[in-house]
């Protein structure tokens, strides 16, 4: 009964837009190195995103987007509430410096070369280190969570959010969002519309600082990114910033839980001792091991523990 029904409405979609089925314009056609490009693929007989919802597994259905390489295909990632049969929208993942010929099938049928484009550089996107924002430098790179981070690099723009300004260096650029992690890292005071700091270095230079307040209470290494709109994207970290952890793996920040004591600060090495331990996210730290015990060669037994108390046993 399904199959018949997909088929339907294949033959539905083919039969109402096959004639019609084309791209005539891609923009932009250069973007960031790191994703998050917003790509707007302009022409006719594209499905109707939310029409084919019949089975959502089902690749086949809806519009697909690849950019492809010499060497690479990478999909770019539609958004369906901006796409219709006139316009698909979609975000370009990670790729390297490269030019991409842009791909599309609708409902699984790709459309064909003689109907992408009057010239193929049309169709085309290539990833530019000019439309890259950058992290060059980021203060501190350690702290509880919550903590206020700065970055210099490439931004761009001083301008935040969804109002229309140009930027005071005359660049047609915002910020979008920043991350830490996978959580928010943000760019206003709590309740208000001041800004940590947005700035650039001048007003011809397209340079400067940004600082955001991590939200999330993760414990462990993370990385940030933040979006600007426009050609632009995700910015991407030179490489000296990134460290190796203890697990082998990069980050450019680590979050730690804070001990602001132990009581009683002293007692035998030799066992029994019953500790407590006051801070922050204490939970996060002992259920990662992170407590520097280990290093002092001092086992302990954890009794109870919340996020601002745990109460400790020395075993050895
Ligand atoms: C941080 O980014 C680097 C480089 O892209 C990546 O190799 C690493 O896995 C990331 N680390 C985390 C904790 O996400």
Known sequence: ???????????????CCCDALRV?????????????????????????????????VDDMFGNRVTLVSNTLSVPCDVERDSTHSNQIMCYTRPMPYDYYEIHVSVDGVPIPDNSMCRYSWLCSFTTVWYLTPTIESL???????????????????????SNTDLSSNGINARFLRSYMGGMPCELLKP??????????????????????????????????????????GRSQAVKKLYRVSALGKLSMFQTFAEVTGVFPSEGSIMGGTLLTAQGRFL??????????????????????????????????
């Open 191 to 232: 309740n208000s519309d001041e800004r940590y700091n947005l700035q650039l270095v001048s007003e011809s230079s397209q340079m400067g600082y940004m600082s955001c307040k991590m939200t999330g209470t993760f414990v462990g290494h993370q990385n940030l990114s933040y979006i600007l709109d426009a050609d632009f």
């Open 24 to 56: 005539t314009s891609v923009s932009p056609r250069r973007g960031s190195v790191n994703g998050a490009t917003r790509l707007t693929i302009q022409g006719d007989g594209f499905a109707q995103e939310r029409q084919f919802q019949l089975n959502p």
């Open 283 to 316: 939970t996060k730290l002992i259920n990662q091991h992170a407590l520097s015990l280990e290093a002092c060669r001092v086992k302990f037994r954890v009794w109870t523990m919340t996020e601002s108390h745990a109460r400790l046993q020395n075993t050895r």
């Open 139 to 161: 203060s501190p790179v350690s702290g509880p969570p919550g903590t206020l981070v700065t970055v210099y690099g490439r931004i761009f723009t001083d301008v935040y959010g």
């Open 1 to 15: 009964m399904e199959v018949k029904w997909k088929a339907a409405a294949l033959v539905l979609a083919l039969w």
